[in-house]
């Protein structure tokens, strides 16, 4: 039969098989996976309030390990943490260990919503073959409009149905027709300001869950688009004026030197989640940023952690302090030590309604 497979694909037909088999194996799924966290949580601290869940691509330990990274981030920290207090809001942060490390995004992600250790890709296949409970299902349940904005996408992603969202946009829906920026064609920034236009909050709106995975800092981390001070710019159909164009077409990949670059990224990131805080809302609003993993092993060095900052945005003085009861601390810059996983955060966030530790 050689003639007509090649043999390397016969892993993967056997990976296939496999899962199939599996998935419609009752006995042999509750053996490949482990058991659900409760969802049976009230909304608790969380009422009233709009969740942003964002995760920001490549945002890892390593912008605070670092030193060179460090120094160069903590005036963008000091800016984003000023926005946030302007705005009425406090942040607690910490350390949790991510599922994945350098790439496969998706570990990350479907371990928050699911509560599981997905760290092994197996049991992330085989998790989307069930109906388990989610984060999404969770909000959904008591209420909320589950929004997810996936700007790496501009393709059909039969997975999605799994995450069970309410309303998807990708890169499609953004009706973007500025110049392509990188590898993602539509910078972050102006992937927020648009979507915001489309699909408006206002006093009478349900309240709303936001799932939005970030992708311009995904490696190569080059181009670093202009972040634009005035945002209502990002609904123009070129919001980037001929310099800045010109500037950022004087950027050259440094393959072998990727820090820069990647320094800038973060940046990057801090002024845009910074300007979408300072924004005038109609109700209050809870923001729960994250890294989904470390960048790759040339920005590490060899032997780093899987650690990611989890920061908390909010108003509301006892869910900060439902953090810092497990483990977090105030400002920007977590503690050193880690205070778990990354699906140790789903049950944090669905029993905000406990009494306090």
């Known amino acids: 039969t050689w003639d007509y497979v090649s043999r390397p694909t016969t892993p993967t037909y056997w990976h296939q098989a496999r899962l199939l088999w599996t998935s419609f194996n009752e006995r042999d799924l509750r053996q490949n996976l482990p058991a659900s ?5 009230d909304l608790g601290l969380l009422r009233g309030s709009d969740v942003n869940l964002v995760f920001l691509e490549s945002y890892g330990q390593v912008t605070f390990g670092i030193p060179e990274i460090d120094q160069a981030l903590r005036r963008p920290r000091a800016e984003l943490q000023a926005q946030v207090r302007a705005a009425g809001m406090e942040v607690v942060s910490a350390f949790m260990t991510s599922t994945t490390y350098g790439g496969r995004s998706e570990l990350a992600h479907v371990s928050f919503l699911s509560g599981l250790d997905t760290s092994t890709p197996w049991v992330h296949d085989l998790l989307l073959t069930t109906d388990r409970p989610l984060l999404t299902t969770w909000f959904r349940d008591r209420g909320f409009d589950v929004h997810a904005l996936y700007p790496a996408l501009s393709w059909d992603w039969p997975e999605r149905s799994f995450y069970r969202f309410g309303s998807f946009f990708d890169a499609r829906d953004l009706d973007y027709r500025g110049p392509k920026i990188g590898y993602w064609s539509v910078p972050d920034q102006v992937t927020l300001a648009r979507y915001q236009q489309q699909q408006p909050i206002t006093a009478d709106s349900a309240p709303r869950v936001l799932f939005f995975p970030s992708i311009t800092s995904h490696l190569p981390f080059h181009p ?11 609904l123009q159909d070129n919001p980037f004026s001929a310099a800045q164009l010109a500037e950022m077409a004087q950027q050259e990949e440094q393959w072998f030197n990727m820090r820069p670059a ?3 990224m973060m940046r990057y990131n801090h002024l845009w989640v910074g ?3 300072a924004q005038p809302r109609v109700r209050d609003a809870v923001f729960i940023v994250m890294g989904d993993h470390q960048p790759a092993a040339n920005i590490t060095g060899p032997g780093a952690s899987w650690d990611v900052p989890i920061h908390i945005i909010s108003s509301k003085p006892r869910l900060l302090a439902h953090f810092k009861a497990h483990g977090f601390v105030d400002g920007l810059t977590p503690s050193p030590k880690t205070v778990g996983s990354l699906f140790d955060l789903t049950p944090l966030l669905t029993s905000t309604g406990q009494p306090p530790l």
């Open 224 to 234: 670093v688009p202009p972040h634009l001070a005035d945002a209502t710019l990002a």
């Open 262 to 264: 990647y320094t800038e």
């Open 37 to 41: 966290p409760s969802f049976a949580g």
């Open 275 to 277: 300007g979408w805080i």
